[in-house]
């Protein structure tokens, strides 16, 4: 038997992984992320099937749930929303799983940042602009490291995509202002794929006000960069004049 930890992307079924439907569709046991993941992904699962709330869950009881499927020889899917890797704790299930001898398998899927930047029909890195995307979220329950506070990271210039923070976008923005500006672009998706996803656009200087008229306490990702700006410089990789290993630059 295998445990495999699959990754049930922002929401749209569509935006699945081949092996993660194929999966899915053919599951005896499955253990989901709660509201995290959309409906129409839970409906993809046979209704003859287990299906376990990992909501209200602690780490044994999970754990439990496949030890008793090992004694079984069946296999469990543990579905996470997004990207298993990215916020999912899923390393110290697969500590678990080490100490039982249980093997397991990650699917990798896509993550709301990606579904969130795919949304605003935008490129999260721009020439001259950023090349680097900083994935982070805002200190709760879980501390974060000093250096890598929201005020370090913005230091850097780089387009910045924040997880499981919007309830502190006020926070968030006073963190920014000083080295991003008040005119820096901003925006922020809800649910990200889902049928009732919800964009705001604007600037570090209104963000806030926006996303607190809109009421919107999570599930949704915050991008603040300059590469959200338009008419930004173009790269050289389809300029005429700019070779590289398939092509000879040189005006014709």
């Known amino acids: 038997m295998k445990i495999y ?14 092996k993660a439907e194929r999966l899915l569709k053919n599951c005896t046991i499955c253990i989901y992320a709660g509201s995290l993941v959309s ?17 209200g869950l602690s780490l044994a009881e999970i754990i439990g ?11 469990v899917i543990r579905l996470h929303s ?13 500590s678990e799983l080490d100490k039982l001898g249980i093997d397991y398998e990650v699917v990798p899927g896509v993550s709301s940042f990606q ?10 890195t721009a020439p001259e602009i950023s090349q680097t995307v900083i994935l982070t979220r805002t200190a709760g329950r879980t501390p974060l490291p000093e250096s890598q506070e929201l005020s370090r990271l913005a230091e850097t210039g780089a387009t910045l995509c924040i997880f499981l923070s919007v309830h502190k976008i006020r926070e968030i923005v006073e963190q920014l202002l000083p080295a991003y500006g008040p005119q820096c672009p901003a925006a922020v998706v809800h649910r990200a794929s ?5 964009t705001l656009r604007g600037r570090l200087a209104d963000i806030a006000g926006r996303v607190e008229e809109a009421g919107l306490q999570s599930t949704t990702m915050i991008i603040v960069g300059e590469a959200l700006s ?8 389809y300029s005429e004049d700019f070779s590289h290993g398939f092509r000879a630059g040189g005006k014709r």
């Open 194 to 198: 889902w049928p009732e996803q919800l």
């Open 39 to 55: 409906p129409g992904v839970i409906g993809l699962i046979p209704a003859a099937a287990k299906k376990y709330d990992s909501a």
């Open 65 to 75: 749930l496949c030890r008793e499927a090992k004694e079984k020889d069946q296999d």
């Open 5 to 18: 930890f699959v990754g049930a992307g922002p929401g749209d079924p569509d935006l699945l992984t081949v």
């Open 115 to 124: 579904a969130a930047a795919a949304a605003l029909c935008t490129e999260l």
């Open 230 to 237: 338009r008419n930004l410089p173009s790269s050289r990789l």
């Open 82 to 94: 997004g990207d298993p890797s990215l916020y999912g704790a899923i390393g110290e299930q697969m």
